[in-house]
C-alpha cells in the first residue's frame, strides 16, 4: 500500500491491532497485521471490500484485523500452510473461505478471563451468602460457565477452587486478595450466544483455536483442556439475542443471587441492543430484594481505554457499581481494587 493511504481507517486499525498484538507478547501477529497494512491495495482489498468505507471506531469495533489474523490461523490448523507466511500466500486462491470466515465477529473463549471474573463471583458469594444462579452472554462456547471446576493460581495471595481440575490457571494477582474464602454454591447455569460454538464439532473447535494467536500455545492448552471439560460436562449455549434472552430468561429468585455476567462482549452489540439490555438490567435490579439479590458482573473495556479491562460489580438491592479489579485481556495480571 503507497504511504500516501496511511490515514485510512483500515490502515490504522491494523497497525494499531498489530501493536496491541506486540503489547501483549504475539510478535508473529503483530507482524503479519503489519505487513497487511502496508498492502491494503493487493490480495486483501476485496477481503476487505465490507469496510472499505468504515469508520476506524466501528472497524476496531469489528475486531476487522482480528478476523483476518484468525482466518490465516485457520488454514494453518487446517494442514493447509505451515504457518502465517504460508497463509498469506494462500489470500488468492482461498479468498473465498477466508471471506466466510471473515463473516462473523471473532468467537473467542479466552479461558483465563475465569481468572479476572473469579473475585466478582467470590464477592457475591460473600455478600449474598446463597447459591448462585449464573447467566452469561456473549459465552461463545460456554467455557467460563464452567469457572468454579477451575483451578487458579494467584500468585501471592493465595490458590482457589480444584486442586485436580485440568484446567489450570494462573494470574499475577497485584493488590489483597478477593474473598477467597467464601462460600461457593451454583444453584444452575445458563447461557446465549447470537452464534454459539459447538465444541462437539470439529470445525467449531478449529475456529476457537484459530483465535488463540499462533505464537502463544499455554492458551491453547487451556483453551483445550477447557474444551474438554465442556464436553464432559455436557455444556450447552442457546443461540439467541442477549437483550430479548436477558428479559424472557433472566429474573431474581427467592433463596439465590442471580448473577449475570459477561467478559469482551459488550461492544460487539449494536448501539439499539445495548441500550434495550441495559434498561432490562435496570429493571430487574429494581425486581431484587435481600431475599432474591441481583448482580451484574462484567469485564469489559472503558470507553476511554480499550485496551485495559475492568472488572465491575453492580448488587441489587441497592444498585451500587464498584470498580473491583482492572485486569490484562487476557487475565495475565488481576490488580484487584476492591
Same mark, same amino acid.
Given at each position: 500500500?503507497? @504511504?500516501?493511504?496511511?490515514?485510512?481507517?483500515?490502515? *490504522?486499525?491494523?497497525?494499531?491491532?498489530?501493536?496491541?498484538?506486540?503489547? %501483549? &507478547?504475539?510478535?508473529?501477529?503483530?507482524?503479519?497485521?503489519?505487513?497487511?497494512?502496508?498492502?491494503?491495495?493487493?490480495?486483501?482489498?476485496? $477481503?476487505?471490500?465490507?469496510?472499505?468505507?468504515?469508520?476506524?471506531?466501528?472497524?476496531?469495533?469489528?475486531?476487522?484485523?482480528?478476523?483476518?489474523?484468525?482466518?490465516?490461523?485457520?488454514?494453518?490448523?487446517?494442514?493447509?500452510?505451515?504457518?502465517?507466511?504460508?497463509?498469506?500466500?494462500?489470500? #488468492?486462491?482461498?479468498?473465498?473461505?477466508?471471506?466466510?470466515?471473515?463473516?462473523?465477529? #471473532?468467537?473467542?473463549? +479466552?479461558?483465563? @478471563?475465569?481468572?479476572?471474573?473469579?473475585? &466478582?463471583?467470590?464477592?457475591?458469594?460473600?455478600?449474598?451468602?446463597?447459591?448462585? /444462579?449464573?447467566?452469561?452472554?456473549?459465552?461463545?462456547?460456554?467455557?467460563?460457565?464452567?469457572?468454579?471446576?477451575?483451578?487458579?493460581?494467584?500468585?501471592?495471595?493465595?490458590?482457589?477452587?480444584?486442586?485436580?481440575?485440568?484446567?489450570?490457571?494462573?494470574?499475577? !494477582?497485584?493488590?489483597?486478595?478477593?474473598? $477467597? &474464602?467464601?462460600?461457593?454454591?451454583?444453584?444452575?447455569?445458563? =447461557?446465549?450466544?447470537?452464534?454459539?460454538?459447538?465444541?462437539?464439532? =470439529?470445525?467449531?473447535?478449529?475456529? %476457537?483455536?484459530?483465535?488463540?494467536?499462533?505464537?502463544?500455545?499455554? @492458551? @491453547?492448552?487451556?483453551?483445550?483442556?477447557?474444551?474438554?471439560?465442556?464436553?464432559?460436562?455436557?455444556? /450447552?449455549?442457546?443461540?439467541?439475542?442477549?437483550?430479548?434472552?436477558?428479559?424472557? /430468561?433472566?429474573?431474581?429468585?427467592?433463596?439465590?443471587?442471580?448473577?449475570?455476567?459477561?467478559?469482551?462482549?459488550?461492544?460487539?452489540?449494536?448501539?439499539?441492543?445495548?441500550?434495550?439490555?441495559?434498561?432490562?438490567?435496570? +429493571?430487574?435490579?429494581?425486581?431484587?430484594?435481600?431475599?432474591?439479590?441481583?448482580? !451484574?458482573?462484567?469485564?469489559?473495556?472503558?470507553?476511554? *481505554?480499550?485496551?485495559?479491562?475492568?472488572?465491575?460489580?453492580?448488587?441489587?438491592?441497592?444498585? +451500587?457499581?464498584? $470498580?473491583?479489579?482492572?485486569?490484562?485481556?487476557? &487475565?495475565?495480571?488481576?490488580?484487584? +481494587?476492591?
Amino acid at each position: 500500500m503507497g @504511504r500516501g493511504m496511511d490515514d485510512s481507517p483500515l490502515f *490504522n486499525a491494523f497497525q494499531l491491532q498489530g501493536q496491541a498484538c506486540r503489547v %501483549l &507478547g504475539s510478535d508473529a501477529s503483530a507482524a503479519i497485521l503489519m505487513r497487511a497494512a502496508e498492502r491494503l491495495d493487493g490480495p486483501l482489498k476485496h $477481503l476487505l471490500t465490507p469496510w472499505a468505507e468504515t469508520p476506524i471506531r466501528q472497524v476496531m469495533t469489528d475486531a476487522v484485523p482480528l478476523r483476518f489474523l484468525g482466518a490465516l490461523h485457520e488454514l494453518v490448523l487446517d494442514g493447509e500452510a505451515a504457518d502465517l507466511d504460508g497463509a498469506w500466500a494462500l489470500v #488468492p486462491e482461498r479468498h473465498d473461505r477466508i471471506a466466510a470466515f471473515m463473516a462473523h465477529e #471473532p468467537q473467542t473463549n +479466552e479461558v483465563r @478471563r475465569s481468572a479476572c471474573l473469579l473475585g &466478582g463471583f467470590l464477592t457475591v458469594a460473600a455478600v449474598a451468602g446463597m447459591p448462585m /444462579r449464573l447467566f452469561e452472554l456473549g459465552a461463545s462456547a460456554g467455557l467460563n460457565q464452567l469457572w468454579d471446576g477451575y483451578h487458579y493460581d494467584l500468585g501471592a495471595v493465595g490458590e482457589w477452587g480444584d486442586a485436580a481440575s485440568p484446567v489450570r490457571l494462573d494470574t499475577e !494477582w497485584r493488590g489483597p486478595a478477593p474473598p $477467597l &474464602g467464601a462460600p461457593v454454591r451454583v444453584a444452575s447455569r445458563a =447461557a446465549c450466544d447470537r452464534k454459539p460454538v459447538d465444541v462437539t464439532a =470439529a470445525d467449531a473447535r478449529r475456529r %476457537l483455536r484459530a483465535y488463540i494467536w499462533i505464537d502463544q500455545p499455554e @492458551r @491453547r492448552s487451556r483453551l483445550d483442556a477447557a474444551i474438554e471439560m465442556a464436553r464432559a460436562a455436557g455444556t /450447552r449455549v442457546e443461540g439467541a439475542d442477549a437483550a430479548d434472552w436477558t428479559a424472557l /430468561r433472566v429474573a431474581p429468585q427467592a433463596g439465590a443471587a442471580t448473577v449475570l455476567f459477561h467478559s469482551v462482549f459488550w461492544g460487539y452489540m449494536p448501539a439499539e441492543t445495548q441500550a434495550a439490555l441495559e434498561a432490562t438490567i435496570a +429493571e430487574l435490579g429494581a425486581r431484587a430484594t435481600a431475599a432474591a439479590p441481583f448482580a !451484574w458482573l462484567r469485564m469489559e473495556p472503558p470507553p476511554t *481505554n480499550l485496551a485495559r479491562m475492568e472488572v465491575r460489580l453492580t448488587l441489587w438491592p441497592g444498585g +451500587e457499581d464498584r $470498580l473491583l479489579a482492572t485486569c490484562h485481556a487476557h &487475565g495475565a495480571w488481576v490488580a484487584w +481494587e476492591a
